[in-house]
């Protein structure tokens, strides 16, 4: 089963970066669909970005970070990233990998919207942004 390791986060202010880091292991990474969850305290879980198998292929935003996260992929080195721009106090989560085989899910779009749990999801790492 895919495993995941994120890395990165770290405490910021408003206006700063950050590029969360992604590993995986247990799983050839070209079969899965990736995507990038965020929680915050109180909240539901949130799909902000989900890109599918190939580095190319077809990626969702949530309008919530559109133009500020960008998603990547090197199935090679068995990674993912999230570099974050122009962050805000609401961006302050839980951010963490998910996984689904490639067969279990249809769009990247319905990744980033499931209701039910993934094939796989990391621990997260924690992303805060101060005003």
């Known amino acids: 089963q895919l495993q995941f390791v994120e890395s990165g986060g770290a405490m910021v202010q408003s206006g700063g970066s950050l590029r969360l880091s992604c590993a995986a292991s247990?799983?050839?990474?070209?079969?899965?669909?990736i995507g990038w969850f965020r929680q915050a305290p109180g909240k539901e879980r949130e799909g902000i970005s989900c890109?599918?198998?190939?580095?190319?292929?077809?990626?969702y935003y949530a309008d919530s970070v559109k133009g500020r996260f960008t998603m990547s992929r090197d199935n090679a080195k068995n990674m993912v990233y999230l570099q974050m721009n122009s962050l805000k106090p609401e961006d302050t989560a839980v951010y963490y990998c998910?996984?689904?085989?490639?067969?279990?899910?249809?769009?990247?779009?319905?990744?980033?919207?499931?209701?039910?749990?993934?094939?796989?999801r990391g621990q997260g790492t924690q992303v805060t942004v101060s005003s």
């Open positions: 998910v996984g689904m085989y490639w067969l279990d899910i249809t769009t990247v779009h319905a990744m980033c919207v499931m209701t039910g749990e993934p094939d796989s």
């Open positions: 890109m599918s198998t190939s580095a190319d292929g077809p990626t």
């Open positions: 247990g799983g050839d990474l070209d079969y899965y669909v």
